[in-house]
């Protein structure tokens, strides 16, 4: 049935201000002519033009796809229905949506999904008016019947304490504040998007799920900095800088080699000119590292082996200290001279031999006979590098400067017999004491010791050492026993590398950076005896990479460069100015030194022992190429300086300078004239040496 209604007009509403003109839809149809025009009807006191068209047989099933939206969707689908369909909350503007403007609908489903929307489509006619008006009428019971079943769910004991989803209560789950429904209901009208990391896990990297990333560490900026000049100045010296001709690389790092002699002789004030022609007679006493000591000289063609029976040699490293040598050595006195200028400017200044030479006389430098000796010994007694003079000399030194000893050392006292006073206050003190002691001889340190635990053990010890009759007299040294981190179930030690140098009356003492970790001497648990006796462990105990033990440290966060490193070089340099004084000084030697550092579990280092020890067992690639960096650099720090190469290279020669490293290894933690300023004096005025403490 067709209602037809009078023409308005003239009295459209202001909603039918933006319906479309009917000659845009007449364009799309060619059946209508243009000239034929559609009068407007009056419903419900709106104007509008009929543009759709339903189809009987489509009734049904739109509606049928209504219902199942509205029972499959989620809370959050039928919240944002809600809001759609109130006019009063959202107002959805779209022009062509003229049904949108009826006075009488009161709510309206998902745009998309409009019955306007779905039969757009279909072409315009004037029968469809009816049909308009049911659907219209369809809809607005469909979701006033929604709003219903939604407001008795709200309000159902079901509906207040489980959430819903898909219309499905589940039971169990605890009851929600309100501060988290109203977070999940605002987590829900959010869009999905920014609702992903909810809904989702992180898609993980390939790397992420194999190689865990490490932990990084922070550093601060001034050691930083320092790290980034360090690199420069390393780079600097492993590359060489290249001018705007090309250079042959040969003759350029021949320049490189010379002038970083020159800069090391200006260091100590010193200025030996370069020959033409000189050749140095060198000889080696020492099985054990003969080969490597020989390689390391062998680019260096200006030195020559001397004969056995031959005396006169300008170089002598042996393994234990040559007294007839040292004594046709002169001893000197300590030199207070400090750098003059930087040295950047000295090498700019001086290319060439006679520029160096002219930059010595200005500078008052000391010119040397080229007829010197050198030696891999200072000249002191045996006793010097033991731990009992090491224990000695750092209590004293930290008692004239108010320090602790306990910051660099374990705690140990030296027991020179049984009625001493210091160990029965020992007893007393550490009586109930938890920690572990170890008890060695002095005389034969580093080959046998004894663990306790408890100073009751220590007593029965040196008691029954004492009541031995064909006992020597002999000391005894307590320390109390460090447990160090562990690697792998193993106990490690670190062993870094120390060198002093006496070159013209200036003592500089500069460490290795490189180091290894061994295997700890002192390996038990649980006790099984009062007291243990033990056995050094031979060095041929396999050793572990720096770089390992450094990753290992990273894994820990533990930043090695920063934390620890910075105080194995604070605990060296006060060892060093502890037995500055007691150093005798000549020209010209150097001493190469064990120290052995422990770190604990706190990742603090402990300063164990000092030693000149330099065997090594060569049975791995890594300990050969840190054995030959590390006497390299050796002898660039005391011979190359003593005994500059000649000026001139053979043309068979040039090409040795392949073998010569650019990098040195090696950094200044001590400076007589800097850091051996008042040492002295300081010994002297406050607590004079007494002949019968010390062993000298």
């Known amino acids: 049935m067709n209602l037809k209604m009078p023409s308005i007009h003239k009295l459209h509403t202001d909603s039918n201000q933006n319906i479309p003109q009917p000659h845009n839809d007449n364009l799309k149809r060619q059946d209508i002519s243009p000239s034929e025009k559609f009068p ?42 809600d809001i759609y369909g109130s006019l009063q909350k959202y107002k959805i503007e779209k022009q062509d949506d ?20 779905l039969n757009q489509q279909s072409p315009t006619s004037i029968k469809n008016i009816e049909s308009q008006k049911k659907i219209l009428e369809n809809v607005i019971d469909d979701v006033k019947l929604n709003n219903t079943k939604l407001k008795k769910l709200e309000k159902s004991p079901l509906g207040k304490n489980a959430p819903v989803h898909n219309f499905y209560y589940q039971k169990g789950v605890k009851q929600l504040q309100p ?29 992420s799920l194999i190689y865990p990333q490490r932990p990084q560490i922070k550093r601060p900026k001034e050691f930083l900095d320092k790290l980034k000049n360090r690199l420069l100045k390393r780079k600097q010296t492993m590359y060489l800088p290249q001018s705007q001709i090309q250079e042959d690389p040969i003759q350029r790092k021949l320049k490189h080699f010379q002038k970083s002699i020159f800069e090391n002789q200006c260091i100590h004030t010193i200025y030996i000119r370069p020959s033409a022609i000189r050749i140095q007679k060198y000889k080696i006493q020492d099985p054990k590292n ?132 210091q160990l029965y206050e020992f007893i007393r003190n550490y009586k109930t004491s938890t920690d572990i002691w170890i008890v060695l001889k ?35 040294i307590i320390q109390q026993y460090i447990r160090s981190f562990v690697y792998q ?41 009062e007291f243990k006796s033990q ?33 194995i070089k604070i605990i060296i340099c006060e060892y060093i100015r502890s037995v500055f004084t007691q150093m005798p000084v000549k020209d010209h030697n150097f001493e190469l030194l064990q120290v052995k550092i422990v770190i604990d579990n706190q990742y603090k280092p402990w300063l164990i022992d000092v ?73 002297e005025e406050k607590q004079p040496e007494s002949n019968n403490d010390d062993e000298f």
């Open 98 to 117: 003229n049904l949108a403007r009826f006075r009488g609908r009161k709510k309206s489903i998902k745009q998309h999904q409009s019955p306007y929307n």
């Open 442 to 476: 002095c005389e034969n340190e580093g080959q046998k010791f004894q663990v306790c635990e408890n100073t009751k053990s220590i007593f029965n010890f040196i008691h029954q050492e004492y009541s031995t009759p064909s006992r020597n007299q002999q000391s005894f």
């Open 290 to 421: 003969e080969n490597i000591l020989k390689r390391c000289l062998s680019f260096r063609w200006w030195w020559q082996e001397a004969d056995e029976t031959d005396e006169d040699v300008q170089f002598l490293w042996t393994s234990q200290a040559s007294s007839s040598f040292l004594n046709k050595q002169r001893s000197r006195h300590i030199s207070d001279k400090i750098e003059f200028q930087p040295f950047e400017q000295i090498l700019k200044l001086c290319d060439n031999v006679e520029d160096q030479m002219k930059f010595a006389i200005e500078q008052k430098l000391c010119l040397l006979s080229p007829f010197i000796k050198i030696h891999n010994h200072v000249d002191l007694m045996n006793p010097f590098w033991t731990k009992k003079n090491l224990i000695y000399r750092l209590k004293k030194y930290c008692t004239l400067t108010n320090q602790n000893f306990c910051d660099f050392c374990p705690f140990s006292i030296i027991v020179n017999n049984l009625g001493e006073e």
């Open 535 to 567: 056995q050094n462990l031979d060095n041929d105990t396999e050793k572990i990479q720096m770089k390992t033990i450094i990753e290992y440290f990273d894994d820990c966060r533990v930043d090695y460069d920063y934390k620890i490193l910075p105080q």
């Open 40 to 81: 407007s009807y009056l419903f419900t006191n709106h104007s509008f033009q009929p543009t759709l068209k339903i189809q009987a047989t489509q009734k049904a099933s739109i509606f049928c796809q209504r219902k199942e939206t509205f029972l499959n969707s989620s809370y959050r689908d039928i919240s944002q229905c």
């Open 179 to 207: 501060f988290q429904i109203e977070k999940s209901v605002k987590d829900l009208m959010r869009p999905f998007h920014q609702q992903r990391e909810n809904l989702l896990s992180p898609i993980q990297t390939e790397r």
């Open 489 to 529: 179930q193993i106990k490690l030690d670190l062993c870094y590398y120390l060198m002093i140098t006496q070159i013209n009356g200036i003592v500089r003492a500069y460490l290795f950076e490189q180091f290894y970790g061994e295997k700890s001497q002192i390996n038990f648990s649980p006790f099984e005896h």
């Open 611 to 683: 030693k000149p020890k330099t065997e090594f067992n060569q049975s791995s690639d890594y300990i050969k190429e840190f054995v030959q960096q590390l006497f390299d650099n050796t002898i660039q720090l005391s011979v190359d300086i003593l005994f500059p190469s000649p000026s001139i290279w053979p043309k068979e020669k040039k090409r040795l300078i392949d073998v010569y490293p650019e990098q040195n290894d090696f950094v200044v933690i001590f400076d007589s004239r800097m850091d051996g300023q008042g040492l002295k004096s300081l010994f």
